[in-house]
């Protein structure tokens, strides 16, 4: 399991946390086995931990993401746990987005997939690694501005190699293999895999002023690393 960061701790500490979707270890354990499905380290630790929890980006209230796996009046009346079955894996759902459309599921290994139609993909290794990025794109200053579009990504270790080149670093609390956060002080871009089937990476950017961000987005696509 991944080691929260400091940022993110602090983060989780300033979260509305809904009672209603929480219990301990024992509850979930014996829900669970009372429902004849794997028990599921990762959704126990996501029960007992984050369900219920609202995560928030001061700047734009739109992103917010309610982590829910079982609440308490599901768990007191025994309801049936509905699970998704995808080639041979279990899905659980594990809450919802303020504005986009996907129905959102934990798998056993952890990971947190977002499924638009009959597809799934992987969105976060892990709910640590979202609570991580969570984090980070709330302390950004709320005057900082964003670009309002996200980028298609060409290739995203050609595009890691070229800002590591030019004076950007890895953020490495909030980076895993489908999300990879870079920061020179000024500017902060995120590479993410698109919500879609496709395997794609976009970028999104954030910058102290417009005018950095659009010189940015621009020298990225001049030198081809995205469009």
């Known amino acids: ?15 509305d946390k809904d009672p209603n979707w929480c219990c301990d270890k024992e509850t979930v354990t014996a829900y669970m086995e009372q429902q004849q499905v794997p028990l599921c380290k990762p959704a126990i630790r996501f029960q007992t931990r984050y369900s219920g929890l609202d995560l928030t980006i001061r700047a734009n209230q739109m992103e917010t993401f309610y982590m ?3 609440s308490r009046k599901a768990i007191n009346s025994n309801k049936r746990i509905d699970i998704l079955e995808e080639n041979g894996n279990i899905l ?31 969105i976060y290794s892990s709910a640590e690694m979202m609570i991580e990025s969570y984090a980070l794109l709330d302390s950004i200053p709320e005057d900082w501005y964003r670009l309002p579009y996200c980028y ?10 070229y800002l590591l080149n030019n004076s950007f670093r890895h953020v490495k ?3 895993d293999e489908y999300n990879i956060y870079f920061s020179n002080g000024n500017i902060i871009a995120c590479c ?9 990476f976009c970028i ?3 910058g102290k002023d417009e005018k950095m961000c659009k010189q940015f987005i621009e020298e990225l696509k001049k030198n081809k690393l995205c469009e």
């Open 92 to 122: 659980f759902e594990c809450g919802y987005h303020e504005s986009a459309q996907y129905n959102f599921y934990m798998n056993e290994k952890g990971e947190i997939l977002a499924q638009s139609g009959e597809d799934e993909f992987a």
């Open 1 to 15: 399991m991944k080691q929260l960061s400091n940022r993110a701790e602090s983060y989780l500490n300033g979260l």
């Open 204 to 206: 999104t950017v954030y």
């Open 173 to 175: 609390d909030c980076c």
């Open 192 to 200: 993410s895999v698109w919500w879609t089937n496709e395997g794609r």
């Open 152 to 161: 298609k990504v060409a290739d995203k270790d050609n595009l890691s190699a």
């Open 68 to 70: 829910r796996l079982f």
